[in-house]
T-cell receptor, first 115, second 114 residues
Framework: QQPVQSPQAVILREGEDAVINCSSS?????VHWYRQKHGEAPVFLMI?????EQKGHDKISASFNGKKQQSSLYLTASQLSYSGTYFCGTGGVRNSGGSNYKLTFGKGTLLTVNP | DTEVTQTPKHLVMGMTNKKSLKCEQHMGHRAMYWYKQKAKKPPELMFVYSYEKLSINESVPSRFSPECPNSSLLNLHLHALQPEDSALYLCASSQDGQGYNEQFFGPGTRLTVL
């Protein structure tokens, strides 16, 4: 089931902060965040696991509320390079030892950072 | 090498043609993925290969046929496609098929079906 992202779009001036939210109606094992610039491949930003583990880039912060099936991505002191479409991808119960883990991506949040 | 490469970058084909998309990674990853992405839409999973075996097929029409010849290569064979199949086809890989590993995406093949 597709997660819901909000807002759909946000426009910032350089140096401003933004929060992008991702929520699901099903129990989640992990939330992945990716950024895709126009005409380019999605780039990994962050993974958050239900158990509290996280891995990703040092300059990116995010939270994951496993009980509410919600995650938020925090972009602080935005730079021009932050512009792009941000996707969250969610997956359900971990299939331990298996290989059937599937990510479903939200519709994306278009972030524009202006000088 | 942390790169996933895809060839060709662009492909135009008629509805009666047969063509193949190629994806390659040399990161030692054991899971590889095909996604389809329409303009201004998120990537949609098509297939997952784990340890060179097809583990997920998202009810993709048989005109798309994946193949994993070895752990570094992933192909997508195309036959008798429809105009609505025009899209960006993304390949990705991850260390394995588990949910705690990030996926590395290739630049994609932009496919146009006439």
């Amino acid at each position: 089931q597709q997660p819901v992202q909000s807002p759909q779009a946000v426009i910032l001036r350089e140096g401003e902060d933004a929060v992008i939210n991702c929520s699901s109606s099903k129990a989640l094992y992990s939330v992945h965040w990716y950024r895709q610039k126009h005409g380019e491949a999605p780039v990994f930003l962050m993974i958050l696991l239900k158990g509290g583990e996280q891995k990703g880039h040092d300059k990116i912060s995010a939270s994951f509320n496993g009980k509410k099936q919600q995650s938020s991505l925090y972009l602080t002191a935005s730079q021009l390079s932050y512009s792009g479409t941000y996707f969250c991808g969610t997956g359900g119960v971990r299939n331990s030892g298996g290989s059937n883990y599937k990510l479903t991506f939200g519709k994306g949040t278009l972030l524009t950072v202006n000088p | 090498d942390t790169e996933v490469t895809q060839t060709p970058k662009h492909l135009v084909m008629g509805m009666t043609n047969k063509k193949s998309l190629k994806c390659e990674q040399h990161m030692g990853h054991r899971a590889m993925y095909w996604y389809k992405q329409k303009a201004k839409k998120p990537p949609e999973l098509m297939f997952v290969y784990s340890y060179e075996k097809l583990s997920i097929n998202e009810s993709v029409p048989s005109r798309f046929s994946p193949e994993c010849p070895n752990s570094s290569l992933l192909n997508l064979h195309l036959h008798a496609l429809q105009p609505e199949d025009s899209a960006l086809y993304l390949c990705a890989s991850s260390q394995d098929g588990q949910g705690y590993n990030e996926q590395f995406f290739g630049p994609g093949t932009r496919l146009t079906v006439l």
